[in-house]
């Protein structure tokens, strides 16, 4: 009797937490196609990173440094360094995401010899006297000849943010670089833009 009345009070829970929920739905992309079209913050979201890495990338693919790339044997290595957010808002995580596109995209074109950035922690850590992990901008030709590539790839993201009454408009800018490690000169630069806005 007890088990029964026990079931009986844990069916009703679980339905009532279900009614709570509200029945809402969880869909998957391949279900909604249009699931991705919609922006629902003004962070950047999937849309905007690949527009940017877009307009970056194919810049890249006919610039002269990815001629001599192409040209140059053995293969230069490359490193991707972590890219500077200089903006009010926490888009760290993407900013990771567009790092690991980035290093995919230059695996991909086969020109150059890619240092795998989980071996980067270590490096770092050396550089800066042991202290895991801690990157530090101006310590970047540093890692660059530890790690023994002749160039890298950074960035860095900024914002404009402007209000009028209830509207919001964020406008972000990505540039991307390529830096020689010996000289620090800046072989490529190119910047894309998106623009996101609650209203």
């Known amino acids: 009797m007890v088990r029964v009345f026990a079931r009986a009070a ?9 009614f709570a929920c509200g029945g809402r739905e969880v869909v998957r992309g391949s279900q909604e196609p249009s699931i991705d079209n919609a922006a629902m913050s003004t962070g950047l979201d999937k849309e905007d990173i690949q527009r940017m890495l877009h307009e970056n990338l194919n810049n890249l ?14 293969q230069a290595n490359v490193a991707i360094f972590p890219f500077a957010n200089t903006t009010s808002e926490h888009i760290d995580s993407q900013l990771d995401a567009i790092l690991s596109e980035s290093e995919s995209w230059l695996i991909e074109s086969q020109v150059v010899k890619v240092i795998s950035r989980e071996r980067q922690n270590a490096m770092i850590a050396e550089v800066e006297g042991g202290r895991s992990g801690v990157f530090n ?5 540093k890692y660059g000849r530890q790690l023994g590539v002749k160039y890298y790839v950074t960035g860095k993201v900024q914002a404009a943010d402007e209000r009028l009454e209830d509207s919001r408009r964020i406008q972000y800018f990505l540039f991307m670089q390529v830096i020689e490690v010996e000289t620090s000169a800046i072989v490529w630069q190119h910047k894309a833009y998106v623009t996101k806005m609650v209203r």
């Open 10 to 18: 844990l069916g009703s829970v679980l339905a009532l937490s279900l």
């Open 61 to 74: 693919r006919s610039a002269p440094i990815m001629n001599q790339w192409r040209t140059q044997n053995p």
């Open 137 to 141: 901008q101006a310590s970047v030709a």
